[in-house]
């Protein structure tokens, strides 16, 4: 999930680009720890809605069924959460900070993302 980085015109101060950092770093430890046969066909999906058609296609491509491909992705969504979290955790002093960093990750991810982050990561563990 690739940040973006350019906006024309717009200067952004340097504790935003550290905290762009930071957030693409914690994306990217977190994903790295993802780590399943059908996660690299899920990847794609991780922070998307996937519609029944998505589905059908991603069950032919990896020989299951339509709800395995929904149980894998829920599965997989739910331990992205717990990655996410638990490197959080590891930034805070106490563990009540962890849901407002949460909440600031998120806000740097709709400032340096196309589209809106999906609220899948901000799902009570």
């Known amino acids: 999930m690739p940040l973006v980085t350019d ?5 952004v ?3 935003i680009l550290f905290d762009r950092d930071w957030a693409q770093i914690t994306l990217d430890r977190a994903v790295a720890s993802l780590d ?3 996660t690299q066909a899920l990847l794609p999906w991780l922070t998307r809605q996937v519609d029944a ?14 709800v395995a491909v929904k149980v894998a992705l829920h599965r997989l969504r739910k331990k992205f959460r717990h990655n996410i979290r638990t490197l959080i955790a590891e930034t805070v002093e106490d563990a009540a900070e962890i849901d ?5 990750l998120i806000r ?3 400032c340096f993302t196309e589209g809106e982050p999906s609220d899948g990561l901000r799902t009570a563990p």
Do not use: M, N, Y
């Open 36 to 38: 399943s046969p059908e």
């Open 108 to 110: 740097i991810l709709a």
């Open 7 to 11: 906006h024309p015109g717009t200067e």
């Open 13 to 15: 101060s340097p504790e």
């Open 100 to 104: 407002a960093e949460l909440d600031h």
């Open 53 to 66: 058609e998505i589905r059908k296609q991603l069950a032919a491509q990896l020989d299951v069924t339509e």
